[in-house]
């Protein structure tokens, strides 16, 4: 008796064990008649990206009426930025909204230079149209399709010090994205640039680790850093959009229906996404003032000039006339 129910406890336990496996290594969740989408990105629960994920969500359940679920990890939750994407690349975890897409393909990384777009509406329009449609291609290769673009926003620094011009600057252990581009602009403007990770900078501001850092003023609300920081100074100096992407492994193993209605929900969700980010922004920098910080609004005509060596190196790394074709697109 014993021997049989021993044997019946493995039979159980052996099946346990691979639905769970079909489970993490499909995306799909055990009834045929349900699709499961993981999705991951880094933001806190309290930023506006988490609610445009959310929203996301609300549409695909909807639209699939309750065919298709999402599944939200927020804050880092699966990781970094590039372990979520290879995670994506795996088709471990199907979408993921990141900003470090250069890895596997750099010349994204173009609409991060320094001061290339004076509005939003203007880097929009870039995105939305064929030079974003180009840059969206080679991903497929590593298994990245870019449905989207979500908004991240211009942006600014803050600091434990007032900054209102390029000697204020020098010297300034500033936490940046471990991003070539953001390394090699705060470089060109006499700072010293220091890669963390973003669940590491709260306490790394606020141990002295590094002075000061730099991200959108939503980042800046959501994550705190008016509890560890002074001055918020509106720089504007960089634009880096999100992509949103899926694993083109799971998007291939979608029905037709179901693909659209990802499609749809993702660009639906990024216009929500970005007029949810405008709306708020003046709103958030009058409450960051009002918590205790400083707002600076630097003449930052000089900083744009010492950035042209960034467009020089670069052009080296993406071809003169690529770089040349985007900022004459962004005019």
Do not use: C
């Not at 630097?298 to 950035?307: G, I, Y």
Request: net charge negative.
């Amino acid at each position: 008796m014993n021997k049989l129910r021993n044997i019946v406890v493995s039979v159980i336990v052996a099946l346990t064990i691979g639905l769970v496996v079909v489970f993490f290594t499909t995306g799909n969740v055990l009834s045929e008649d349900v699709t499961t989408i993981r999705f991951g990105h880094d933001a806190a629960e309290t930023n506006e990206r988490h609610v445009a994920v959310l929203h996301f969500k609300e549409l695909v359940e909807e639209k699939s009426n309750g065919q298709m679920e999402v599944i939200i990890f927020p804050s880092d939750q699966l990781g970094s930025e590039a372990e979520k994407l290879e995670s994506v690349t795996l088709n471990d975890l199907q979408m993921v909204t990141a900003s470090a897409f250069s890895q596997y393909d750099q010349r994204i990384g173009v609409f991060e230079l320094p001061y290339l777009f004076d509005s939003y509406e203007k880097a929009w329009e870039v995105l939305d149209g064929e030079i974003g449609k180009e840059l969206s291609k080679p991903f497929l290769k590593d298994n990245l399709r870019i449905l989207t673009f979500f908004e991240n926003g211009f942006r600014h620094v803050t600091a434990n010090k007032p900054i209102e011009n390029l000697e204020d600057l020098k010297g300034l252990k500033i936490r940046t994205p471990e991003f070539p581009i953001s390394l090699s602009t705060f470089s060109a403007l006499g700072a010293n640039p220091t890669p963390m990770a973003f669940g590491e900078l709260y306490m790394g501001l606020q141990q002295g680790t590094v002075d000061a850092q730099e991200n959108p003023v939503a980042n800046t609300y959501a994550s705190k850093f008016n509890e560890v920081q002074d001055y918020l100074i509106m720089t504007g100096h960089q634009y880096i959009p999100m992509p949103v992407a899926i694993s083109e492994e799971f998007w291939q193993s979608l029905t037709p229906e179901e693909q659209k209605i990802v499609e749809e929900s993702a660009l639906e969700t990024a216009q929500f996404h970005r007029d949810l980010v405008t709306s708020k922004e003046e709103q958030i920098i009058e409450e960051l003032e009002e918590s205790g910080m400083t707002v600076i609004y630097p003449d930052t005509k000089l900083f744009e000039e010492n950035v042209e060596a960034v467009y020089e190196n670069f052009k080296k790394k993406f071809g003169e006339e690529f770089v040349d074709q985007v900022v004459k697109a962004a005019e």
